[in-house]
Each structure stands twice: as C-alpha cells, then as structure tokens.
C-alpha cells in the first residue's frame, strides 16, 4: 500500500498565498498521476487539480489562473502553489495517488490525511 502524507495548510488571509505538498512512498509502485481535492462543510468532495505523470494537468474552474500544481521527478512529489486565495477556497484539502503496483499490475490509489486551508480576515 502506498502511503500519501499531505501537508501546508494554515490560515491565510484573503489575496494571499499558500503551498501544499504531497509526497508518496511505500512499496513498489509506479505513480501515474496525483492531485489535489477539496471539500467544505456540507459539500462534496471535488478535484481541484490533478497532474498526469505523463505531463498533462486539468483544474477546476474556480481555481484555473490562481492555482499551479507542478512535480518534482526524483521524489514522487506534488506541489499546489495557491496564490489570491479567497474565503470561497476554504476547504479541507486532501491529495491522491493513482499507481501502478508493480508487483501486481494492478492499478490503485492511495489518499492522505486531509489539511486545513481557511482563507478569512
């Protein structure tokens, strides 16, 4: 099982900035893409951007132009640079792995712990 640990939430302030990581790790696998979801209080949880390993990225609308996630190759890491953060993207923040177990060949996914991203004055 692959492990996923997520982390950079905080509070901010409206306009501001963050950046979240998400690293995996564990057994043998081959990453095939990664992203980041979010839900709010009473609402589903929904993408807010995914990158392919295979280079291309889709992102919610609400988030398109303010939003970047990016990789690093060497370490199965992704990155969600969040800039002019609103109160409307306030939200627990969770990442997900999509793998290939390469002594399955099955394909799978793994989500991490959520973290906390308010966005308020």
């Known amino acids: 099982q692959v492990q996923v640990a997520g982390s950079g939430g905080g509070l901010v302030q409206p306009g501001g900035s963050l950046r979240l990581s998400c690293a995996a790790s564990?057994?043998?696998?081959?990453?095939?893409?990664m992203g980041w979801y979010r839900q709010a209080p009473g609402n589903q949880r929904d993408l807010v951007a995914r990158?392919?390993?295979?280079?291309?990225?889709n992102y919610a609308d609400s988030v398109k132009g303010r939003f970047t996630i990016s990789r690093d190759n060497a370490k199965n890491t992704v990155y969600l640079q969040m800039n002019s953060l609103k109160p409307e993207d306030t939200a627990v923040y969770s990442c997900?792995?999509?793998?290939?177990?390469?002594?399955?060949?099955?394909?799978?996914?793994?989500w991490g712990q959520g973290t906390q991203v308010t966005v308020s004055s």
């Open positions: 997900k792995a999509d793998y290939l177990g390469l002594m399955t060949g099955r394909s799978s996914s793994s």
């Open positions: 564990g057994g043998a696998f081959s990453i095939t893409a």
């Open positions: 990158l392919t390993w295979g280079g291309s990225t």
